[in-house]
């Protein structure tokens, strides 16, 4: 998976690399599922959610742009996998996850590979989680329709917020960055995720 679909689609980031082919993803799929676990597909996980194909993974691990100081925000745990790549790069990772059933397995899951570098909350992850902010980087698995003001709030001067940005019909995966002049957007990929839901952040 790492060479044929993660190299060769561009992806040249070591410490991505590395850490995609140090976590075995089989774990993080269901068992019916598990042969198809190093295929480059988004898999179901239940509750109508998915896990995210492992190139978006890599691409968005290495636009967060992280080292081994960065304090972590994850959006939407889902399985915990890309919870553990994130958590192999940086020195911690918070993960909120607003679906109990998905947070409670996928905490097992983190700890039966011993990662122990990660806080699961269970809640609205669109508003962040102020107490541990700043943060130097912000990954959002699920699609907004704007980026939450929250978020850029609790980012990091330096840090980058990576969020897919749309809805059902069509989404760009963006890049906020957040400089002392303000914050700059740029839009990477068209991408695909399920929809991040807050009452809350969307007025909805
Ligand atoms: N990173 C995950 C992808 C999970 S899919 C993985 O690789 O497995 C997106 C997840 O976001 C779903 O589990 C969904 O329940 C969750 N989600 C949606 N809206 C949310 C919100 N406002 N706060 C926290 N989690 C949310």
Redesign the pocket.
């Known amino acids: 998976m790492v060479r044929h679909d993660l190299r060769r689609r561009g992806i040249t980031d070591v410490r991505v690399l590395a850490a995609m082919a140090s976590i075995p993803r089989e774990l ?1 799929v269901p068992a019916a599922l598990q042969r198809r676990a190093y295929a480059d597909q988004p898999l179901p ?1 239940g ?1 109508g ?4 194909q492992p190139y978006m ?1 890599a691409l968005m691990t290495a636009e967060v742009g992280m080292n081994r100081t960065s304090r972590v925000l ?10 553990a790549v994130l958590a192999k790069i940086a020195s911690h990772v918070w993960t ?4 109990a059933e ?1 947070l409670t397995s ?1 905490t097992e899951r983190l700890q039966s590979i011993a990662i122990s570098n990660v806080s699961c909350i269970e ?4 508003l962040g989680h102020p107490p541990s902010a700043p943060f130097d980087g912000i990954l959002v ?2 699609a907004a329709p704007w980026p939450p003001a929250g978020l850029l709030e609790q980012l990091a001067v330096g840090g980058r917020l990576v969020i897919p940005i749309g809805d059902l019909a069509g989404q760009r995966l963006t890049v906020y960055e957040k400089t002392t002049a303000g914050v700059a957007a740029r839009a990477a990929t068209a991408c695909r ?6 009452p809350q ?1 969307f007025n909805a």
């Open positions: 993080f996980i509750c959610q998915t896990i995210s993974v994850e959006v939407g745990t889902g399985s915990g996998y890309q919870t909120i996850e607003r679906l998905l996928a809640g609205d992850g669109a698995t699920a995720f399920v929809p991040l839901v807050s952040a």
